[in-house]
């Protein structure tokens, strides 16, 4: 298949590319599963703030992921699913429950009546400091991180979260998903990514107890919920999402060298990829941090902090799904990000799975603004007026906690919301 790989400069970087899209239509099974997808694409998790007061599914959600379902893609790797109340992002963010549990049954039959070949992973998750089950922040920390003050400030002596705690927390994820097999899910993802709790415990170097510190203990909420939902459940795929990298200098962020620069280190990285291997968990969608330097706790060079350019953004995002790929080439890993390359995003996913540096490509914006997407690219027919525009609108919905999704492509469902986060 490499042959077929060219290496084309795009924004800067060198990244392979390929003229054969059709190589991302071909089936992939998930490692140590019975689960084949029909293609190498699949939806990434996005939230839509769309559910009921109490967690279930509402009309928009349906509404989306009938969409993702028609554009062809492999796998819907669901958004954020609270497992506990409080750690909800909002008020309409999912939440399965013991009273709702039926609800999803019926919402995950009513995708899978007419798409039954495709597998639905949902995404586990605890928002941590992002938590505000009532649209008004609650903020739940394990660790003090300084430079997410941007968005949540907290102050130092701001209360962290007890060992007990977390493991209730355990215990709430085996629930969970143990109430994701009844409901007909294919998987579950144990979610550490993106600064939420259990992303927060990977880099929780200062934290004292079972849970910090050393690299066992700051694995060890993401490693034990795995097995936990491993006990609770027959048949259920598990799967996590990570940050190959924080972005984040030392001590403050996971996969860093630690002299306080923004070089990463990928032996941590490595580490905690083998132990989930170790786990049985052979399905990993691959993220990374934005670059969020504090100056107030870093004496970095304004020169040397990376500009987050589409090209330089996305770069990071493979470099980092490349490296596992090669370093486990018998587990599958999705890379992310592919929505930046715009124009390009099929040509480059073609010649990075070719290449063995993904096994699957995920996308979130471009799923929500391009109805039919996963069938255009495989085609090679992308239409360059249907690609997502990266305006960022859909994050003002998903900040003001609205109903999200695309209101540049798909005006009449939620231009509307947008105007009247932005009072016109």
């Given at each position: 298949?490499?042959?077929?790989?060219?290496?084309?400069?795009?924004?800067?970087?060198?990244?392979?590319?390929?003229?054969?899209?059709?190589?991302?239509?071909?089936?992939?099974?998930?490692?140590?599963?019975?689960?084949?997808?029909?293609?190498?694409?699949?939806?990434?998790?996005?939230?839509?703030?769309?559910?009921?007061?109490?967690?279930?599914?509402?009309?928009?959600?349906?509404?989306?992921?009938?969409?993702?379902?028609?554009?062809?893609?492999?796998?819907?790797?669901?958004?954020?699913?609270?497992?506990?109340?409080?750690?909800?992002?909002?008020?309409?963010?999912?939440?399965?429950?013991?009273?709702?549990?039926?609800?999803?049954?019926?919402?995950?039959?009513?995708?899978?009546?007419?798409?039954?070949?495709?597998?639905?992973?949902?995404?586990?998750?605890?928002?941590?400091?992002?938590?505000?089950?009532?649209?008004?922040?609650?903020?739940?920390?394990?660790?003090?991180?300084?430079?997410?003050?941007?968005?949540?400030?907290?102050?130092?002596?701001?209360?962290?979260?007890?060992?007990?705690?977390?493991?209730?927390?355990?215990?709430?994820?085996?629930?969970?998903?143990?109430?994701?097999?009844?409901?007909?899910?294919?998987?579950?993802?144990?979610?550490?990514?993106?600064?939420?709790?259990?992303?927060?415990?990977?880099?929780?170097?200062?934290?004292?107890?079972?849970?910090?510190?050393?690299?066992?203990?700051?694995?060890?909420?993401?490693?034990?919920?795995?097995?936990?939902?491993?006990?609770?459940?027959?048949?259920?795929?598990?799967?996590?999402?990570?940050?190959?990298?924080?972005?984040?200098?030392?001590?403050?962020g996971f996969g860093m060298k630690q002299d306080g620069s923004l070089d990463y280190d990928q032996a941590e990285l490595f580490q905690l990829v083998d132990a989930l291997h170790k786990h049985d968990v052979n399905l990993v969608n691959v993220s990374v941090g934005r670059v969020t330097v504090n100056r107030e706790f870093s004496d970095l060079d304004p020169d040397s902090i990376p500009k987050d350019t589409n090209a330089d953004l996305f770069n990071r995002f493979f470099q980092g799904t490349k490296a596992l790929a090669h370093a486990f080439p018998d587990m599958c890993f999705v890379g992310s990000g592919y929505t930046l390359l715009r124009e390009d995003t099929a040509n480059v996913a073609a010649g990075a799975l070719a290449a063995g540096d993904i096994s699957l490509v995920g996308f979130g914006r471009m799923a929500l603004a391009y109805p039919g997407f996963a069938t255009d690219i495989i085609a090679g027919t992308l239409d360059s007026k249907k690609l997502c525009t990266i305006c960022g609108n859909c994050y003002k919905l998903l900040r003001a906690f609205a109903p999200t999704g695309c209101p540049t492509r798909d005006r009449d469902t939620y231009l509307p919301h947008l105007q009247e986060v932005l009072g016109k």
């Amino acid at each position: 298949m490499t042959q077929a790989v060219q290496m084309r400069e795009i924004g800067g970087h060198v990244l392979p590319y390929s003229e054969d899209t059709a190589i991302l239509g071909r089936p992939v099974r998930i490692p140590g599963s019975d689960i084949v997808m029909k293609n190498a694409i699949v939806s990434q998790p996005l939230e839509g703030c769309d559910s009921t007061v109490d967690g279930a599914p509402g009309e928009l959600t349906r509404y989306r992921y009938r969409r993702f379902l028609d554009s062809g893609v492999g796998l819907i790797w669901l958004e954020s699913l609270a497992a506990q109340e409080e750690g909800r992002s909002n008020q309409h963010a999912l939440w399965i429950t013991d009273s709702n549990v039926d609800t999803y049954k019926a919402f995950i039959d009513e995708l899978k009546s007419d798409y039954p070949e495709v597998p639905i992973v949902a995404q586990l998750t605890h928002s941590g400091r992002f938590s505000a089950p009532k649209n008004k922040k609650e903020p739940i920390i394990a660790t003090y991180n300084p430079h997410h003050n941007a968005r949540v400030p907290l102050p130092e002596d701001y209360p962290v979260v007890t060992d007990e705690y977390l493991d209730r927390t355990i215990e709430a994820f085996a629930h969970a998903a143990a109430l994701c097999e009844q409901a007909g899910f294919d998987g579950v993802d144990v979610k550490a990514c993106h600064g939420y709790l259990f992303s927060e415990l990977l880099c929780a170097y200062n934290r004292p107890g079972r849970f910090g510190g050393s690299f066992e203990n700051r694995a060890r909420m993401l490693l034990e919920t795995v097995e936990a939902v491993k006990a609770e459940t027959s048949n259920l795929l598990v799967a996590t999402r990570i940050c190959h990298a924080d972005t984040i200098p030392y001590p403050y962020g996971f996969g860093m060298k630690q002299d306080g620069s923004l070089d990463y280190d990928q032996a941590e990285l490595f580490q905690l990829v083998d132990a989930l291997h170790k786990h049985d968990v052979n399905l990993v969608n691959v993220s990374v941090g934005r670059v969020t330097v504090n100056r107030e706790f870093s004496d970095l060079d304004p020169d040397s902090i990376p500009k987050d350019t589409n090209a330089d953004l996305f770069n990071r995002f493979f470099q980092g799904t490349k490296a596992l790929a090669h370093a486990f080439p018998d587990m599958c890993f999705v890379g992310s990000g592919y929505t930046l390359l715009r124009e390009d995003t099929a040509n480059v996913a073609a010649g990075a799975l070719a290449a063995g540096d993904i096994s699957l490509v995920g996308f979130g914006r471009m799923a929500l603004a391009y109805p039919g997407f996963a069938t255009d690219i495989i085609a090679g027919t992308l239409d360059s007026k249907k690609l997502c525009t990266i305006c960022g609108n859909c994050y003002k919905l998903l900040r003001a906690f609205a109903p999200t999704g695309c209101p540049t492509r798909d005006r009449d469902t939620y231009l509307p919301h947008l105007q009247e986060v932005l009072g016109k």
